[in-house]
């Protein structure tokens, strides 16, 4: 696994992949937080228990592969079998992060040339699997929107208590649409200072279109004055969904 080294998730996060406190730094205030996040979910989805979410964001480079991989972690260490799938085709990170082998996933499986067995690949956190995105396709949203994403959430059902997808951003690219319309529930990852009201809005809108199932927010990067650097500004908070 490898440290998160830059405060900008732009291009440090596709190169070198995504800080995981929560395996690095169990103990860390931060991943107490992400502890906190895991369990919000948890109860805000009680009465209708979800085996698959995907996280998203309004736009890039707001912190949405952090908050799932590192959610993914702390699920994980809670004794579920969870699966961390990289759906963000044209900028994944998954693969860096958890540093495994990219030659094989979630592309090729969509692709129909290889089987889930090929492309799910074990980490080194206890319970934790991931799918990472394979080889960059041409035609993601194609690919996305074939009948063999159903097929592969509901072969990784069967295997797996959690799936965990990251997907790219909402308001960028339909993949997440595509996406969203398929999985249990959505979050929305929204880093206070940087994601605009108007583009949360449109996220939230498009997301709505496909009848995602919004389960709330997790808004990030909000200042700790008692922290430094880069993870003392990815204090979590979870915004469940309310019916109002």
Do not use: C
């Not at 206890?126 to 080889?135: A, I």
């Amino acid at each position: 696994m490898r440290r998160f080294r830059h405060k900008t998730l732009s291009d440090a996060s596709h190169k070198n992949g995504v800080g995981l406190i929560t395996a690095t730094a169990p103990g860390h205030q931060i991943a107490e937080q992400f502890r906190t996040v895991r369990t919000n979910i948890q109860f805000s989805s009680v009465n209708h228990p979800v085996k698959s979410i995907l996280f998203t964001s309004s736009a890039p480079s707001e912190g949405k592969s952090t908050v799932s991989n590192n959610l993914a972690v702390t699920w994980a260490s809670q004794g579920a079998r969870v699966v961390l799938v990289d759906a963000d085709l044209r900028r994944p990170t998954v693969h860096q992060t958890f540093d495994v082998a990219n030659r094989l996933g979630m592309t090729n499986f969509l692709s129909g040339v290889a089987t889930l067995a090929e492309v799910v690949q074990a980490t080194t956190i206890t319970n934790l699997s991931v799918v990472t995105s394979g080889p960059m396709p041409p035609n993601p949203a194609e690919l996305l929107g074939s009948s063999r994403l159903k097929q592969l959430l509901q072969e990784l059902q069967a295997s797996y208590d959690l799936i965990i997808v990251d997907a790219p951003p909402v308001n960028t690219v339909t993949d997440s649409q595509l996406l969203a319309a398929e999985v249990d529930g959505t979050i929305l990852v929204v880093p206070q200072g940087i994601a605009t009201k108007t583009g949360v809005r449109r996220a939230q809108q498009l997301l709505q279109a496909v009848h995602a199932n919004v389960l709330g927010a997790v808004m990030n990067r909000v200042t700790d004055l008692k922290s430094d650097g880069y993870y003392g500004q990815v204090y979590q908070g979870y915004y469940g969904r309310t019916d109002n």
